[in-house]
């Protein structure tokens, strides 16, 4: 059975993840592992930890990880385009590990099951000056394998890119972890870097304590216990495949001038009934850095040389005031900014909320795992998961841009 049939017979079902993520490549030595071999068995991969940097302080990481085993020779699992004018359902494909790289094969396959990789463009570069409306020549992957080496090819630091992917969570040494796993990677002509999330959480009567609101007075910010929900095929090696419910703090700030609207905000979307749990899909920003405040116009002593490129023109105030930064505590945060909203699929004309909460149950909420009955068969995807598991704790890419600790 697919991982895809068994979440479809299970009560728990996963959401939407949508990570958008603009800013420049930190690129390092540390950036690709390029053909590993696994301690574990005779898998081999290549691995990517990738920074994004998308203003100053803020750094978001992404991942992407691939590789086979000689031994077990896997087909690659997808699904088809419809033609054009065509309905229905795709049609499920196998494609033989030795043709992932056929074009021919690449082409039929849709886009959901292929990584895009965007980082050339075609024709010659423009002069000094002058706009780039060169095309992206944009390669498509099976195997995230395949994509690594393309991308360690061809991104260079400094390149200004846009990274779309979601969040995958696991559980390593009994902490709920997540991590942005990279499934696009384009060069990116926005002037301006941001990183933000469209992702579907879950709410209880607990989601919102008392303790986070006495909190807030403090800190300016409120924190609501949420939870996603991801496919989970091993815990600590013991094999589980089923839906599970992960940790996902979501930070909601106070607006300081209309702090009423905030309460209205807490009250309507995460307040949730006692015995009642509510499933909903939310936007925001991701801060993964250090926070940046700006000092006080009172308190920035301005020399009379800049006074005058105040006065001549050259600067104004706010542009002088932007320069005078302190960098604050290290960060990370999901910042909620809006909930989603979406076409009636029975109306195309209504827009809705993506809201539910007649969906589950609190016993919903806590899956049982079983004792295995029988011997696992071993397949690639836990080949992949083992030696995820055993790179878990490895930051070393993170060390290479100063942030590993």
């Not at 071999?37 to 290549?46: A, R």
């Not at 463009?121 to 390669?139: F, M, T």
């Amino acid at each position: 059975m697919t991982e895809q049939q068994q979440q479809e017979q299970q009560k728990l079902q996963k959401g939407k993840s949508y990570i958008t993520v603009v800013g420049t490549a930190k690129v390092t030595d540390k950036t690709f592992a390029i053909n590993e071999q696994s301690k574990h068995s005779d898998y081999q991969y290549s691995r990517m930890g990738l920074g994004i940097e998308t203003v100053e302080g803020n750094v978001v990481f992404g991942e992407m990880m691939g590789g086979f085993s000689p031994s077990m020779n896997y087909p690659i699992k997808a699904k088809t385009k419809l033609k054009d004018g065509e309905s229905g359902k795709a049609q499920s494909v196998e494609i033989n590990w030795a043709d992932r790289l056929n074009e021919s094969i690449v082409e039929t396959i849709r886009d959901y099951d292929t990584i895009r990789i965007g980082l050339i463009r075609d024709g010659e570069e423009p002069a000094e000056g002058q706009e780039d409306k060169r095309k992206l020549i944009v390669k498509k992957f099976l195997s995230a394998y395949d994509a690594i080496d393309y991308i360690q090819e061809n991104l260079k630091d400094g390149m200004k890119i846009m990274a779309k992917g979601s969040y995958k969570f696991s559980k390593y040494k009994e902490e709920d972890q997540k991590k942005f796993e990279i499934e696009s990677i384009f060069l990116s002509r926005s002037e301006e870097g941001f990183a933000n999330f469209v992702q579907t959480i879950i709410l209880d009567e607990d989601s919102v304590s008392k303790a986070s609101l006495k909190d807030a007075k403090e800190t300016g910010e409120i924190i609501v216990s949420a939870r996603a929900v991801d496919y989970v095929g091993k815990i600590n090696g013991k094999k589980v495949g089923k839906n599970m419910t992960f940790d996902l703090p979501i930070t909601v700030k106070i607006d300081k001038e209309n702090p009423a609207l905030t309460e209205a905000i807490i009250s309507k979307f995460f307040k949730v009934k006692k015995g009642k749990v509510r499933e909903i899909t939310i936007e925001g920003q991701i801060l993964e850095g250090y926070e940046q405040s700006q000092v006080s116009e009172k308190d920035v002593q301005m020399s009379k040389d800049i006074q005058e490129l105040i006065a001549m023109g050259l600067y104004s105030k706010e542009e002088a005031m932007e320069k005078v930064t302190v960098r604050g505590n290290k960060v990370s945060k999901l910042l909620f900014t809006r909930p989603f909203i979406q076409k009636d699929k029975e109306d195309a004309k209504k827009i809705l909320l993506d809201i539910n909460d007649d969906k589950y149950v609190p016993e919903d909420l806590f899956v049982e795992i079983e004792e295995e009955k029988e011997e696992e068969k071993i397949d690639l995807n836990s080949l992949a998961d083992e030696e995820e598991k055993s790179n878990a704790g490895d930051n070393s890419w993170l060390a290479g841009l100063g942030l590993g600790q």
